[in-house]
């Protein structure tokens, strides 16, 4: 599995994430959270679109913040769902992505 393709899964399930939380909750922000968050990672895994190596780098970053977001909002909330379960997912995402498999 190469690292895109574990960005993509990660991008679904975010959007997926954002979609319950606008549905359950009505939240808009968490629906336009995670489709701006969906996007700049989109464009990550675009090829062509940026030179990889610094898309590969943006890719972190992104995931990185939404790491200590989801973080945050876990330690604010202490409720694991949402919050909690996106941090292992987004944990994992960044680990996954530099294992050579």
Request: some cysteine; hydrophobic content about 60%.
């Given at each position: 599995?190469?690292?895109?393709?574990?960005?993509?899964?990660?991008?679904?399930?975010?959007?997926?994430?954002?979609?319950v939380?606008?549905?359950?909750?009505?939240?808009?922000?968490?629906?336009?959270?995670?489709?701006?968050?969906?996007?700049?990672?989109?464009?990550?895994?675009?090829?062509?679109?940026?030179?990889?190596?610094?898309?590969?780098?943006?890719a972190?970053?992104?995931?990185?913040?939404?790491?200590?977001?989801?973080?945050?909002?876990?330690?604010?909330?202490?409720?694991?769902?949402?919050?909690?379960?996106?941090?292992?997912?987004?944990?994992?995402?960044?680990?996954?992505?530099?294992?050579?498999?």
């Amino acid at each position: 599995m190469n690292p895109n393709t574990i960005l993509w899964i990660y991008i679904v399930l975010l959007v997926a994430g954002g979609l319950v939380g606008y549905l359950k909750a009505g939240s808009k922000a968490s629906i336009l959270t995670s489709v701006i968050f969906a996007a700049l990672l989109i464009l990550c895994t675009i090829k062509g679109f940026l030179d990889p190596k610094f898309a590969s780098i943006l890719a972190d970053i992104i995931l990185a913040v939404l790491f200590v977001f989801f973080g945050w909002r876990l330690s604010k909330s202490k409720k694991f769902m949402p919050n909690g379960m996106m941090l292992i997912l987004t944990l994992a995402a960044l680990v996954l992505r530099h294992l050579k498999f």
